[in-house]
Nanobody
Framework: QVQVVESGGGLVQPGGSLRLSCAAS????????MAWYRQPPGKEREFVAS???????RYADSVKGRFAISRDYVKKVAPLQMNRLKPEDTAVYYC?????????WGQGTQVTVSS
């Protein structure tokens, strides 16, 4: 069984930074991609950033230049560094792992950007 766990959320002032962590565990012979999504209050879940096993990254336009995703597929982690945070970044952030031909989700971590 595969488990995905996010951590690192919290309350931060506008312009501040947070670093989210995503850790996958269980029977995972190989990870093809890890990604971050978020769900703002009252809205649908949206894509934030992803990184493949080859290190190729992709970002939503709204976070380009502010967020950075990385990965260590030996340790099965994919941190998301978030800088210059804005109130509109407030959301529950979810990690998704594509492995073994399946998609696995974590339970999410709350990020609140407010003064």
């Amino acid at each position: 069984q595969v488990q995905v766990v996010e951590s690192g959320g919290g309350l931060v002032q506008p312009g501040g930074s947070l670093r989210l962590s995503c850790a996958a565990s269980g029977r995972i012979p190989s990870i093809s991609e890890m990604a971050w999504y978020r769900q703002p209050p009252g809205k649908e879940r949206e894509f934030v950033a992803s990184i493949t096993s080859n290190g190729l990254t992709r970002y939503a336009d709204s976070v380009k230049g502010r967020f950075a995703i990385s990965r260590d597929y030996v340790k099965k982690v994919a941190p998301l560094q978030m800088n210059r945070l804005k109130p509109e970044d407030t959301a529950v952030y979810y990690c998704n792992t594509l492995a073994n031909g399946s998609s696995y989700w974590g339970q999410g971590t709350q990020v609140t950007v407010s003064s």
